[in-house]
């Protein structure tokens, strides 16, 4: 096998050591294929010439980036990325201390080469992936089941466990209901903030920070269950019914899902906002299609730009924005407003003038804090006006600012517990008759008890601590289109997209 044993000792140097995974099948075909003897000069050279580019393949195929079928889906958007982005994307994936870790095994398996069979090693190395990672059928590896003991129905199949929650959401719907006393007593406002975890205010150490201390309802433990904005936005504009796994979140028309849908059959105008053009990635044409809203998202474009995205395309003002729909809503008067605001101040790539550094993993800190002190202001605006106006801020999912072993910082296509856990929050401004003092909610949620603080609302529900104690709870499973993680007992595992079931350590 000659040097191609150091390529299958490299990846499984990864695997053990927690950075990538590893196809059992896949490598152990290809490996016996190198290894076959050849006679023929010839031959070989062919054969080595053909590996290459299925090494390259194989490796990227092993890892947990995107799957290739999903990069040429984004080739359109990605050639959007600056090349200043592009740039700055690159260097994060290189690690020195990993990179300097491999270089060295290598060279220490090169040099026992000399007085080795590596390529026994390398068939044993493959062979000892079986038990470490292969689940036939999905059924739970001892490892797991002992690790699930505290959770119900200890060493239960995954599939099975994944399958049963989303029976359980499909069974789960709260259609709103008009007030029995007419048009609806407040507006609604959800303020949905790109790339905002928990972890990530951890890493800035703004966890604490004193704009989210004064909510009504602060969710602790929110899931937005999805890694990427625009399946976020549709679990968020569908849910007033429970959660759907990522193929059915699109496909699924019911109009009693639709959250602003139901707004407007209660008294509401539902509109949306953006502060940005919502071209990329067709974010504007998804809340037509899947928001339910009546009309198309209001883009302010005459409002000051407080930034550029990766692709050179302005983003505006928050506090601009909202301060001109605001005085708007407030002129115009008519019906009370149901408003869905998407910013993207936070999103990767982004570039603040005027800051000494290009870096948007720099910038984010200032652009964070920024956003927060904008969304300070607005609400101050709003209790200042005395109208009574329910807001709710939560994060789409974060901006992986520490990155981990399987994942770059801003990579986000696993959707670790890291991404997915954002702060969800729910102020009541000028809302008369409130009882009871501000609930922190500790245990695991997601949209649907959103949804459900806003319903008792407009059912009339004046006490916080009850309102609190009815809301929904959601067990842990977050997925995109190729990977599902879920929480079984007290550690999180991820579904490849072959269907195998792995231990997430981040």
Known sequence: MGLWSLYFLAKLGLFYGGYSGFHVWENLLFATALAWPLQRPLWRRLRHAVA???????????????????????????????????????????????????????VLAWFLGRYLRLASFVFLGILSVIPATYLPSGALSPTLAA??????????????????????????????????????????????????????????????????????????RFNSAASYSGPAAVRLLKSSCGQH?????????????QLFRNFEAAGFEAQALLNHDGRFDSFGR???????FSGKPIIPLDAPVAMRSFDETPIFSDLAVLSRWWQGRS????????????????????????????????????????????????????????????????GEHGAALRGDRLQIAGLREIPSPRITLVPAAVK?????????????????????????????????????EQLAARLPETAHVSENDALVLMRLGEGDWVRSADGVWMPYRE
């Open 245 to 257: 796994d990522h193929k059915e979140t699109y496909s699924d028309r019911n109009p009693q899902c």
């Open 52 to 106: 290459v580019p299925v090494a390259l393949a194989l490796l990227y195929h092993d890892s947990w980036l995107p799957p290739f079928q999903r990069l040429l889906g984004q080739a359109g958007a990605l050639a959007d990325f600056g090349l200043e982005y592009l740039l700055e994307l690159l260097g994060r994936f290189i690690n020195p201390g990993l990179v300097a870790g491999l270089l060295a095994a290598l």
């Open 286 to 292: 998804l809340l037509e299609t899947e928001g339910g």
């Open 428 to 464: 009541l401004v000028n809302m008369p008759g409130m009882r009871g003092a501000p609930q922190r909610i500790e245990q695991p949620s997601s949209y649907l008890a959103l949804t459900a603080v806003v319903a008792q609302l407009l059912n009339g529900e004046t006490d916080r």
């Open 147 to 220: 690790q699930d003991k505290a959770g119900p129905g200890g060493g239960e199949d995954p599939e099975a466990r994944l399958a049963a929650f989303y029976q359980t959401q499909k069974r789960r719907q709260l259609p709103f209901q008009a007030p029995e006393s007419g048009a609806p007593a407040f507006d609604v406002i959800y303020l949905h903030i790109c790339s905002l975890s928990w972890d990530d205010m951890a890493f800035l150490r703004l966890e604490d920070h004193p704009f989210f201390q004064n909510f009504d309802f602060l969710f602790r």
């Open 331 to 394: 002129q115009a008067g008519g019906r009370p407003a149901a408003l869905y605001y998407n910013s993207i101040t936070l999103h990767d790539g982004n570039r603040l003038p005027g800051y000494k550094s290009s870096s948007s993993l720099q910038t984010y800190k200032p652009r964070l804090l920024q956003l927060l002190e904008d969304l300070d202001r607005f609400i101050k605006e709003l209790e200042a006006s005395g109208r009574p106006v329910v807001v709710v801020v939560l």
